[in-house]
């Protein structure tokens, strides 16, 4: 399917969204925040501040922002008011956007600020918590 230059800025203006998303969630501390508490502060970014939709939430009835896999969950775990982010997880944050009918999930993935960033294969971004403030994520 080939896109109009019209439909490709659109399309580049929800990544450009998207990126700003994992750009908020980068400058702050997770440690000590539920998975709740994360899906509800990107919930009201995207909404209230970007102008824009979670493109995951109310498809087939999923009512979150965001998926978030701690650890041991390896994708789509469900957001949850009694798991907290502990310095040493490594958490996976799969966010869609949805802006002007056009959606993007993350291409890029952050994973462990200290050693190397890697793209993963479910688009989602996996971030390594560390309360040490070098060791926070990056953008690549």
């Known amino acids: 399917m080939t896109k109009r230059p019209e439909e490709i800025a659109l399309m580049a203006e929800s990544g450009q969204l998207l990126a700003d998303v994992f750009g908020y969630l980068n400058q702050m501390s997770l440690i000590g925040m539920s998975t709740m508490q994360v899906n509800d502060l990107v919930d009201h970014l995207i909404v209230n501040e970007l102008k ?6 109310g498809q087939y009835g999923y009512a979150y922002a965001l998926n978030s896999s701690r650890n041991h969950v390896v ?3 469900v957001p949850s008011a009694t798991e907290i982010l502990q310095s040493g997880d490594i958490v996976n944050f799969d966010i869609t956007l949805e802006k002007n009918g056009y959606g993007r999930s993350p291409l890029v993935a952050i994973v462990d600020g200290l050693t190397r960033s890697r793209y993963l294969p479910n688009g989602g971004v996996r971030i390594k ?3 040490r403030p070098e060791a926070r994520a990056v953008r690549t």
């Open 52 to 57: 824009a939709r979670p493109a995951s939430k």
């Open 75 to 77: 994708c789509h775990g």
């Open 129 to 131: 918590l560390s309360s």
